[in-house]
């Protein structure tokens, strides 16, 4: 029968080990018995008898089996993405040590159990782990380094459920069947696998399908030591040994429930942390938001409607232009209680229709607009209400402002929309601070908090509005009840600061969102609730999601507006597709 190696890689394949590695210390052979080896596994099954076993198949779960979900960079900045994933920040262990995470995939367990977890499986991983159970001669392991304490029972569902019959499975306990302890995710995996080979002494090859780059130098590394040995010392004879790498197949779950796991853990780690002695207490933590800016929301339809409007020269390089068509800017940064009562509060709906387009100095492309009815009430950042369409390289969306020419549309291009009130933010963890207010608590960059020249003052005057005086120092452009626009207090100095960037402290791996696996381990540090509506900038999407096709530019993918998306993106056949990528940036046009 076809190995299940030689499916994947054609039967002339061979293993690739030239890098040496030392190896963990072996153990005197009576240790290496079938009965010994079978305390690695939670299975309650016998093993085969060591003659018949001549092939080691192990796959491991994490990302190579099974797609699961990492934290998501379109709701969290860098350095809480790295904190998330270090086990280190938070006392009950965080996402990757939270068996309640791994349950929350998909519709969560009570759901997906029954229909096996449909759709978050890697399908030709799949297959393979059933060609190794087929075969006679292979002993199929899956092999992962999460808390056998923490996850045994989930992980032992979720295989059953989809009828992996795995000889073993393997996860990481406190300590090895002979009593030894594991430094690293990576060290609990060696000892593994050196108790794997010595037991099943008649096995002539050992493949291992792993998705980290970094775990998969470290068992190549390894095996390459391993075999050299045999040649000094012989205990078995060296394996054929091979290391495949599986291409990434990460998920992210429905960002509500993701949201409300955090806290979840936040607040057990909060209230263990109120109970410990006050000289060795952590900080509390909370969850906090960065706002990028405030505006009337447009729906992904809408957009692409709108982006049809854009007159953009044919010859104009794809690489050079960013579509936005999402918003109508209200002011940036967070919204000043007197502005938010003006255009109705979060969540308020207004409805406008498309009056002209405009070309600024073929970098910027705008439509007009004017609201339905035309009495309504609004206010805007721009003179008059616009939507920027797309933007050149190195264009400012606050140039809009400056178009005095609008070319009327046809009757046939005229359309009106509805948008929803909101703020696009992004959400960061750090320390609960006692001394910082919930203006401040919105920035992350803390010297965004200073308060302006002449800000002070109008504070004070406002003080019936806690962000009185603080937004209000610019040029906003408002009507009343059909009247015509008035100009609001101020200058109009448009500088916005404070954004966060991506990639910061807290982690470090995978797909540049600071992926920490479980055995990645800094030393314990304090890092830093959750408040109104939540919405998720376009901005922080790969390039291939947030910019248009040559062809045809259809918009970018939308964050969240007033409803967000359930689970992760669908893929062919209704698979879950993952792995969405951050930017960082301080500039207001990141994020308009």
């Known amino acids: 029968m076809a190995s299940a190696y030689s499916a994947y890689h054609g039967a002339a394949a061979t293993a690739a080990v030239a890098a040496v590695a030392p190896i963990p210390q072996p153990l005197p052979s009576s240790h290496f018995t079938v009965t010994a080896l079978n305390r690695w596994s939670i299975l309650n099954k016998p093993l085969p008898p060591v003659e018949s076993i001549k092939a080691l198949h192990v796959y491991d779960f994490d990302n190579t089996l099974f797609k699961t979900p990492l934290p998501n960079p379109l709701l ?92 073993m499975i393997g996860l990481k306990p ?64 060296q394996l054929i040994a091979d290391v495949i790498q599986v291409v990434d197949t990460s998920t992210t779950l429905d960002p509500v429930v993701e949201v409300a796991e955090v806290q979840r853990m936040i607040n057990i780690h909060n209230n263990i942390v109120s109970k ?29 409607k709108l982006l049809k409007l854009a007159q953009i020269p044919t010859n104009m390089p794809q690489n050079e232009l ?3 068509a999402n918003n109508i800017l209200i002011c ?44 309504a009430k609004f206010h805007t950042d721009n003179p008059s209400p616009l939507v920027v369409l797309a933007l050149r390289k190195g264009a400012r969306p606050i140039d809009a402002g400056k178009i005095q020419n609008w070319q009327p549309i046809t009757p046939e291009q005229a359309f009106t929309f509805e948008t929803v009130v909101s703020e696009k933010v992004i959400l960061r963890i750090e320390a609960e601070d006692p001394r910082e207010d919930a203006y401040e608590s919105l920035f992350a960059n803390k010297t965004s908090k200073r308060k302006h020249t002449g800000e002070e003052d109008s504070a004070q005057k406002s003080s019936q509005h806690h962000f009185s005086g603080r937004n209000e120092s610019r040029a906003y452009h408002s009507t ?16 916005f600061r404070g954004g966060p960037r991506g990639g910061g402290k807290g982690g470090r791996g995978r797909g540049g969102y600071n992926y920490r696996s479980l055995d990645d381990v800094e030393p314990r540090n304090q890092q830093g609730g ?38 992760p993106a669908a893929g062919p056949h209704g698979r879950p597709m993952g792995g969405y990528g951050g930017k960082g940036g301080s500039d207001l046009q990141d994020y308009y």
């Not at 090859?205 to 970094?214: F, G, T």
């Not at 009840?481 to 609001?488: D, L, P, W």
């Not at 919405?535 to 993918?557: F, L």
């Open 530 to 567: 959750f408040s109104s509506q939540v919405d998720y900038d376009d901005a922080h999407q790969p390039p291939a999601q947030s910019q248009a096709p040559p062809s045809a530019p259809t918009g970018p993918s939308q964050g969240w507006t007033t409803q967000p998306p359930r689970g």
């Open 322 to 324: 960013k579509y936005h």
């Open 332 to 375: 940036p940064r967070p919204c000043p209680a007197s502005i938010l009562e003006k255009v109705g509060g979060m969540g308020s709906r207004m409805k406008w229709e498309v009056t002209g387009t405009a070309c600024f100095e073929n970098s910027i492309w705008a439509a007009c607009l004017r609201p339905v009815p035309a009495t």
């Open 480 to 495: 009343e009840r059909g009247g015509g626009s008035r100009r609001g207090r101020g200058n109009a100095n448009r500088g």
């Open 276 to 304: 410990l002695p006050a000289h060795t207490r952590q900080k509390e933590l909370r969850i906090k938001k960065t706002v990028f800016f405030t505006g009337y929301m447009i729906s992904p339809e809408d957009t692409k």
């Open 76 to 167: 969290w900045n860098g350095p809480t993405i790295g904190q998330l994933s270090n086990q280190q920040v938070f006392i009950n262990g965080g996402w990757w040590h939270d068996n309640r995470i791994l349950a929350a995939t998909g519709e969560g367990i009570e759901k997906e159990e029954p229909r096996a977890w449909e759709g978050w499986w890697n399908d030709k991983i799949i297959e393979l782990v059933r060609l190794s159970v087929m075969q006679k001669d292979a002993l199929c392991v899956l092999l992962t380094g999460r808390s056998e304490h923490g996850f045994a029972d989930l992980i032992g569902k979720m295989a059953k459920s989809k009828d992996l019959d795995f000889d």
């Open 174 to 237: 406190r300590v090895s069947p002979t009593n030894q302890g594991f430094s690293s995710t990576m060290h609990f995996k060696q000892l593994f696998l050196e108790a794997l080979m010595e037991t099943y002494k008649d096995a002539k090859e050992i493949r291992v399908y792993e998705d980290r780059p970094k775990h998969t130098k470290g068992f190549r590394d390894f095996f390459a030591a391993y075999n050299q040995k045999q040649n000094i010392t012989p205990t078995r004879g």
